[in-house]
């Protein structure tokens, strides 16, 4: 049951979906338009339509429903703004009917059994369907995914009940999608100490006072008495529910929702903003608009001009207006196919993806994210596409770029992965992923000057992940770089302090920079988290010999010895702070120790050998 154009399609359009059948999923004749002044000019492949306001639409490309071009207006495009019958969100002179009289993106899939036709369609479930169209004939198209990849199904509207967009419950979708990443622990304590906060914030908000009083009141409550804090670098997995509930401690993304989860049902005028790579909360009301700084705790902040002139720079469709519930789920489906492919699972990502896309496709991530998915599924072609949709929607998106850069590179197409990485870094100097991964490609190709140029530029800069900042600073550390790793590695245990390769990796950076009682702090605390870890054992013994605390430094030689017989760079310092005590054949046990395990050492090691004989035959 996956959808086609039918007989009765406007003249041009059967054929160049023909065209552009690349197995992407096909939609609904345009001639279904809902009554709107809809136009039509075909160009080669190509559709624009104007809605009822009179704005015309974004050029769609026929066989995929995606903007072929950016539209100055963020509006929707034919699949949503003529099936749908709706009017443009950014356009406040659209005369387009209420929510309540136009086909709504959400329903709920209610029956008994699948209908004829439908038995064995994998993924087609019960529940709340989001993104959903609706057709002339009567029909609602699902998006499900199977083990063939993602695909429409078509349902009878009997089956589906519609639900509003103010219907759409933000926190209860904000636990809902958490889960589908396996954020499902302490759910009730969340639950309760969620409903907690909500009772704090309606009994300030029963208090009589100005709006602007009220939400300072509420983000005192939250990041003061409640004591939320931000994560410094932004945490990836910090937007759960669960986890910001449970740790206290969340991204922007993670706050904002919070922030409006808790105000859910006593302030109904909140709303999530977003902005290149950032989110922030937004109350409006009688012509108030007041923009709230979660990372901030709170501030009411002038956000556009605060974020600087890359925001501006970047900003796409949908950045810097305010989100309804629907795409506010788009965007936690979004965050949830980041993360399941962080972990692996890419179908279920492009799932995630493809549903986000058909609530708001005038967003770019979904597609960058699905392009990702794509790509470690060994669909590079496919992962492309995605790529240009994203650049199609935002011209302007640094992520797409450096992302498709990253595709090349692993394909050696090395010269346009560059040319991708430059536009990248031309787009957003401060996206600092950008210069990792170019370091790491020309690494790679061996262009360690340039690869170590451009990991001097990418350490100023926060990378997307904690992982990813633990890896350039690996990278420094394995360039010499010792000192500029160190505030790298900071910036990971800031927001991971029980990262343990983290904090003996930042270890073996102090002792390489001079810093030893630094070092010895952050190396005891890897044995006390990880008591068998060989190299805390050996680094710390490093920097008391440097300390001249050389019976403690062999000490901890043998330690890790013991944990790890094979470890040739410990019996040779070892070996040297016994000679340096005077013990000499204790010395040359170590030593000619480290020479077998090692072959490479005895030059060295040998020379230190005949000076010591030579120092005892003087004797």
Not at 42 to 67: F, Q
Not at 353 to 366: D, F, G, L, Q, Y
């Amino acid at each position: 049951m996956i959808s086609t154009c039918d007989a009765g399609a406007p003249p041009g359009l059967v054929e160049a979906t023909a065209r552009n059948n690349q197995g992407i999923t096909r939609g609904p004749c345009p001639r279904q338009c809902g009554g709107l002044r809809a136009q039509r000019r075909i160009a080669g492949s190509r559709l624009a339509w104007r809605c009822g306001c009179g704005k015309r639409s974004p050029v769609v490309d026929a066989g995929t429903r995606r903007p072929t071009r950016a539209s100055a207006w963020g509006v929707l495009v034919c699949g949503l703004c003529g099936l749908l019958s709706i009017s443009h969100p950014a356009c406040p002179e659209s005369s387009g009917g209420s929510q309540a009289e136009r086909p709504p993106l959400v329903v709920v899939l209610e029956r008994s059994e699948l209908g004829a036709g439908h038995a064995g369609v994998e993924g087609l479930r019960d529940g709340r369907w989001y993104g959903v169209r609706r057709g002339a004939d009567g029909r609602a198209a699902l998006t499900c995914c199977s083990r063939n990849g993602v695909h429409e199904v078509w349902v009878p509207c009997a089956w589906v009940t519609p639900v509003l967009d103010e219907q759409v419950s933000i926190s209860r979708e904000w636990f809902r999608v958490s889960e589908l990443v396996g954020d499902s622990e302490d759910a009730t304590l969340s639950r309760s100490l969620l409903q907690d906060l909500r009772n704090e914030v309606r009994s300030v908000v029963n208090r009589p006072g100005e709006p602007q009083t009220q939400l300072a009141q509420i983000s005192h409550l939250l990041f003061v008495r409640r004591g939320f804090q931000h994560v410094p670098y932004g945490g990836a997995d910090y937007w759960r529910a669960q986890t910001v509930l449970a740790s206290r401690r969340g991204n922007c993304l993670g706050l904002s929702l919070l922030y409006i989860a808790v105000c859910e049902g006593v302030i109904n005028d909140l709303a999530l903003v977003l902005a290149p790579r950032h989110a922030f909360v937004r109350y409006r009301r009688a012509g108030d608009r007041i923009d709230l700084e979660t990372s901030q705790r709170g501030e009411s902040i002038d956000m556009p001009k605060a974020l600087g002139p890359h925001a501006q720079r970047c900003r796409g469709p949908s950045h810097f207006r305010a989100l309804s519930h629907p795409e506010v789920v788009a965007v936690l489906l979004t965050q949830a196919a980041e993360a399941l492919v962080r972990l692996g699972e890419y179908r279920r990502a492009c799932e995630l993806c493809a549903r986000a896309v058909e609530i708001m496709p005038w967003c770019e991530r979904p597609y960058t994210t699905w392009g990702n998915a794509l790509s470690n599924l060994g669909h590079g072609a496919a992962a492309v596409v995605k790529y240009r949709e994203a650049l199609t929607v935002n011209p302007s998106d640094p992520i797409a770029y450096c992302n498709w850069g990253v595709r090349l590179a692993d394909h050696d197409a090395h010269a346009e992965a560059i040319a991708k990485f430059r536009q990248a870094s031309r787009l957003d100097p401060s996206y600092g992923h950008t210069w990792f991964a170019w370091a790491r490609m020309l690494d790679d190709l061996g262009r360690k000057a340039e690869a170590a140029e451009k990991l001097l530029v990418a350490a100023r800069h926060r990378q997307q992940s904690a992982e990813a900042s633990c890896q350039l600073a690996t990278m420094l550390c394995r360039y010499g770089l010792w000192r500029k790793s160190i505030p790298v590695f900071s910036q990971v245990l800031a927001e991971e302090p029980g990262n343990v390769t983290a904090r003996m990796n930042r270890g073996a950076a102090l002792v390489e920079s001079g810093r030893f009682g630094a070092a010895c702090d952050d190396l005891r605390r890897v044995i006390q988290d990880s008591p068998k870890h060989a190299k805390a054992y050996y680094n710390w013994g490093l920097a008391l010999a440097h300390m001249r605390q050389r019976s403690a430094a062999c000490l901890k030689f043998q330690k890790a010895i013991s944990l790890q017989p094979h470890f040739p760079s410990a019996y040779r310092v070892w070996g040297t702070m016994l000679r340096l005590m005077g013990r000499r054949e204790e010395a040359a046990q170590k030593l000619r120790r480290a020479a077998r395990q090692d072959p490479s050492l005895l030059p060295a090691i040998r020379d230190e050998l005949r000076a010591m004989e030579d120092r005892s035959g003087d004797r």
